[in-house]
């Protein structure tokens, strides 16, 4: 059974940054692709960033291109999201999930941002 831990959301001003860590274990990181996801409240989840396997192409939402970096390291089983540039608009849970078809969601970690 896959199992996905979030952290590293937290408070900040905007044009601030965060480094949120998503630990994923059940499975070897390497083979699949992995990806970020934010919600608001009350709205369904939105993918923002995402990475296929191996290392391979990443592809952002156009409104976190050029501010959001997603990377891997299957060594630790571990894919990251840092967020530069932080706005208002980029407040929410973020989780981690397989981009297209998803495991069991974990608790996500929650980012806010202050104007």
């Known amino acids: 059974q896959v199992h996905l831990v979030e952290s590293g959301g937290g408070s900040v001003q905007s044009g601030g940054s965060l480094r949120l860590s998503c630990v994923a274990s059940g499975l070897t990181l390497e083979h699949y692709g992995l990806g970020w996801f934010r919600q608001y409240p009350g709205k369904e989840r939105e993918a923002v960033a995402w990475?296929?396997?191996?290392?391979?192409?990443?592809e952002y939402k156009d409104s976190v291109k050029g501010r959001f970096t997603i990377s891997r390291d299957d060594a630790k089983n571990t894919v990251y999201l840092q967020m530069n540039d932080l706005g208002p608009e980029d407040t929410a849970v973020y989780y981690c999930?397989?981009?297209?078809?998803?495991?069991?969601w974990g608790q996500g970690t929650q980012v806010t941002v202050s104007s």
């Open positions: 990475m296929t396997n191996y290392g391979g192409r990443t």
């Open positions: 999930n397989h981009p297209t078809v998803p495991w069991s």
